[in-house]
């Protein structure tokens, strides 16, 4: 490897001996595709083809006139095929997939997105896929399990550790160090060992140059602020980076959870409980004890509930160039159901953080200037997730009647 | 030193053992006594694993046995005390064995002098690969201690020759792909990478991942100097108690 992946002081490449030449081998497969233009050319023609590329930048309308501050916009994301930012992802290292020659994928999966996108991109490209999902993931995301294995994926459920995302990963690298030779790891965000970090990043980066190009074309400048939601931060990469040069006020929100005083959240940069340290092949920050043990995290949204963060953040955290804040539980909702009243959109509790920030500063901004808000997923998919955060007396209802029904079949 | 504990050690047995156990799992004082039964069979060396919460390179058996012995309050400091206490107590060369966070955590400095002092030989750190391994190098030669890398079947001759270059004490030779504790055959194809690694290094050579019979370790005599066995001693506690270790010990070579 020519270089070993760092921002700073974060990132590099801790993987056990076995996989040093599979990741060699990505490594030089993904430097040869990302210097070949024709690469990226397929990349945008496919994404346009079989997911919605480019998607819209809406003008919230309504929304800027509820808060009377600054244009608001809003990056939909949400219209991908499977309904979120993770299709740009699977579709670029399927690509990649295919130059390589492997027939297997293996993703993990939080919330359920990066695998139900995984799936379809394996099916589409006749490779065989194992999704690793932690067991209580399992449980709280049956909807996407659903789908994964319609889409023909075999689901496997993990009982390791906290049975949640991290565990989910630990499980994938211990399937690649067994069968790397036929099997390409497809990591879903901008984490894990380089070059995961940057690969992601760039495959998401087409978000932010769409965005770009899109916002100059209505208002004629660039955006004051960005916002994005940030659990490994893929998303956040993607709208971020190709507005680095520019004089853009960069912000990414995380799960605040029950409330970062209650230690019940998955706050890394935006709040003081994470430290410097390693883990599943990177260097960043993670939230941890004293002793080095991974604590556990907690959020509405089962996609932001990481330990840990991408080494790119991390490092532009530390330079100050992306301010990092947090959301609670409450607030998201609340969010959310602003949103949805006033525009019709149906963002994603993930995407709902970043909406939270921007409403909480978009008062305090002149109508001179926009904002943009990437809602990185869509929240109609996650009815039950969703329906549970709301409560929703007659939701419950409906549940246990159709429970009743399938005890009775 | 510790290639010289080895070799002279080899003169008088054909192959050594080394066994490795997660410290805390399942509480300390069995461990202790696992230990003392161990050496009692004539072990050579042993590797004592101080329990992460993520550990990437360990199949289930070692895995649930890391994730008990945190469940049960284990901590880094109550390790590095097992250590000390077993190096005093024993005559046989102790390594630590853990992910490189927990050293990272502890400041990798600190950690080198506290198993110096110990009396502990030198650490496994299975997820620091020699290129991310500057500071944990210098401070282990600082303190005269051994940082074992390790071979793999899927490394080429450069890059056995490139970590032959950082490795000291002797070379940790992973047997196969995957995990810990899963069946490895050992035949023609491990006959072959052995010779590989023999001609990278002088320096002795373990043989680790799936080792767990007498005639595993017969395997290995003549084509690698110690055999290591992890998850099977760990099998044998959890079915038939501690005291099933020592005369599963004995009966390895």
């Not at chain 1, 949640?164 to 790397?180: F, P, Q």
């Not at chain 1, 556990?296 to 330079?319: C, F, K, M, N, W």
């Not at chain 1, 990092?324 to 409450?330: G, L, R």
């Not at chain 1, 019709?344 to 993930?350: D, Q, R, V």
Request: hydrophobic share 40%; net charge neutral; proline share 4%.
């Amino acid at each position: 490897m020519k270089h070993r992946g760092y921002y700073g002081e974060f990132g590099g490449c801790y993987v056990p001996e076995i996989l040093t030449s599979t990741i060699e081998q990505l490594d030089e497969a993904f430097c040869a595709a990302r210097s070949d233009p024709a690469f990226w050319a397929e990349y945008v023609r496919i994404m346009g083809e079989y997911s919605c590329r480019p998607t819209p930048l809406t003008y919230a309308e309504n929304l800027t006139r509820h808060f009377g501050g600054a244009r608001i916009y809003i990056k939909r994301e949400d219209l991908n095929h499977t309904g979120a930012h993770k299709a740009n992802n699977v579709m670029g290292q399927g690509l990649l997939v295919r130059r390589m020659g492997k027939k297997r994928v293996i993703a993990e999966t939080g919330a359920g997105q990066h695998g139900v996108a995984t799936a379809t991109m394996a099916a589409r490209c006749g490779f065989s896929c194992t999704i690793y999902m932690g067991a209580l993931d399992v449980m709280r995301q049956r909807p996407n399990v659903f789908w994964m294995e319609r889409l023909g994926a075999r689901v496997v459920a993990v009982n390791e550790g906290s049975r949640i995302l991290k565990d989910a990963i630990n499980e994938a690298l211990r399937d690649w160090v067994t069968n790397m030779d036929d099997t390409h790891y497809v990591l879903g965000t901008a984490c894990g060992p380089h070059p995961f970090p940057e690969m992601v990043a760039w495959f998401q980066s087409i978000i932010g140059r769409e965005a770009r190009e899109q916002i100059q074309r209505l208002t004629g400048s660039l955006p004051k602020r960005i916002y994005a939601c940030v659990g490994g931060g893929s998303n956040a990469c993607g709208i971020f980076l190709p507005f680095i040069d520019d004089d853009v006020e960069l912000v990414g929100v995380e799960a605040g959870g029950r409330g970062v005083a209650t230690g019940q959240h998955a706050s890394r940069l935006s709040a003081p409980g994470a430290a410097v340290g390693v883990a599943q092949g990177y260097k960043t920050f993670f939230l941890q004890d004293g002793d080095g043990q991974m604590r556990e995290t907690h959020s509405v949204a089962a996609g932001l509930d990481y330990v840990g963060v991408s080494p790119i953040l991390a490092d532009l955290h530390r330079q100050g160039r992306v301010r990092f804040e947090s959301a609670t539980d409450t607030e998201v909702v609340q969010a959310l159901e602003l949103t949805m009243r006033a525009e019709g959109l149906i963002p994603a509790l993930e995407s709902s953080h970043a909406f939270v920030q921007a409403f909480k500063e978009a008062p305090r901004m002149s109508p001179d200037e926009s904002i943009i808000i990437n809602q990185s997923g869509r929240g109609d998919k996650d009815i039950f997730t969703v329906a549970d955060a709301f409560q929703d007396p007659a939701w419950r209802d409906f549940i246990t009647d159709t429970a009743r029904r399938y005890a009775n079949a | 030193m510790l290639e010289h504990y080895l070799r002279e050690r080899l003169r008088e047995k054909g192959i050594l053992l080394m066994t490795h156990i997660v410290l805390g799992y399942p509480d300390f004082e069995t461990s202790m006594n696992i230990v003392a039964s161990m050496v009692a069979a004539g072990v050579d060396m042993m590797e004592l694993q101080i329990p992460f919460s993520e550990p990437i390179a360990d199949g289930p058996v070692i895995l649930h046995a890391n994730q008990r012995s945190l469940a049960a309050g284990s901590s880094v400091r109550r390790c590095l005390d097992f250590g000390r206490e077993a190096a005093a107590r024993f005559p046989i060369p102790f390594l630590f064995m853990s992910y490189y966070n927990i050293l990272y955590r502890f400041g990798v400095e600190r950690f080198a002098s506290v198993i110096k002092d110990s009396g502990l030989q030198g650490t496994i750190v299975p997820d620091l690969p020699p290129e991310e391994g500057a500071e944990y190098m210098q401070a282990m030669q600082k303190h005269g201690l051994n940082p074992i890398f390790i071979f793999s079947p899927a490394s080429s001759e450069a890059r056995l020759a490139y970590v032959a270059s950082c490795a000291r004490g002797f070379v940790y030779c992973v047997a196969r792909k995957g995990v810990t504790g899963r069946e490895t055959r050992f035949s023609d194809q491990m006959d072959a990478y052995l010779a590989r690694c023999r001609r990278a290094t002088n320096l002795p050579l373990a043989v680790g991942f799936g080792v767990k019979d007498r005639r595993d370790v017969d395997f290995l005599r003549g084509r690698a100097d110690i055999a290591v066995i992890g998850s099977q001693t760990i099998r044998l506690v959890d079915e038939h108690g501690p005291g099933a270790v020592g005369d599963f010990i004995a009966g390895l070579r």
